[in-house]
């Protein structure tokens, strides 16, 4: 397995890379995004393990570069970085974990190794149909990830989770954004429109006089 280790604290990259040596995995350790991205360009690899606040590109920018040119390298954010903000931002760009520093070695070994385990799981037998990844806000069709927000993600997971159940749209706003949001009931629909336009069947059936129910897709 090869391995693009992005990190730019000398004592880290040097421990971890010897780790993941150990380990028999083909590491290329870098010192900057810049670098991380030209590699990237020119060579494939089987996960890249990404700091955020690293000198050049950041580490989230080389994330939407492996989302948009090779979907199908894995991905771990180990980073400092543990606000919720970043966490989320990092997950909608369809990184597969979230690492917080510091972290014992042998761990993150342990994550990659589930990690790497399950993209080839998945290169073997592609899930068919709508799959919901919850612990990492993703959606899927036929293997294909879909671009949703995290609010379309809520909302397609709060219908999904009770196919049997019609949700008005005050109960739809208390799954997705408990007590904190204020305003017009409203905005349901508009998610419902942009989630429809995203979805590549009718899962989202509405409910005359009462609001929103999961449909069977196509």
């Not at 030209?38 to 060579?43: C, I, P, Q």
């Amino acid at each position: 397995m090869r391995i693009l280790f992005l990190e730019d604290e000398p004592t880290i990259r040097e421990v971890l890379t010897e780790y993941m040596k150990m380990q028999d995995y083909q590491i290329t350790p870098v010192d900057n995004g810049d670098d991380a991205l030209e590699l990237l360009k020119r060579e494939h690899f089987d996960m890249a393990v990404l700091d955020i606040v690293v000198p050049g590109a950041k580490g989230l920018d080389v994330l939407y570069y492996i989302k948009e040119n090779s979907p199908d390298t894995a991905t771990i954010m180990l980073t400092a970085l543990g606000d919720e903000k970043t966490q989320i931002e990092a997950f909608n760009l369809y990184a597969d974990d979230y690492v917080i520093k510091p972290v014992s070695p042998l761990i993150l070994l342990k994550r990659m190794e589930t990690i790497l385990r399950r993209v080839k799981r998945n290169d073997v037998s592609i899930d068919k149909g709508l799959v919901l990844q919850e612990d990492s806000y993703q959606a899927f069709y036929d293997g294909k990830p879909l671009s949703l927000t995290l609010t379309e993600f809520l909302l397609l997971q709060t219908l999904k989770n009770e196919p049997n159940r019609a949700f008005t749209r005050e109960q739809l706003i208390l799954r997705i954004f408990n007590e904190d949001y204020v305003g017009n009931d409203r905005i349901i629909d508009a998610h419902v429109k942009n989630l429809r336009k995203k979805l590549p069947g009718d899962y989202i059936k509405t409910v005359i006089g009462v609001g929103y129910q999961f449909g069977r897709g196509k």
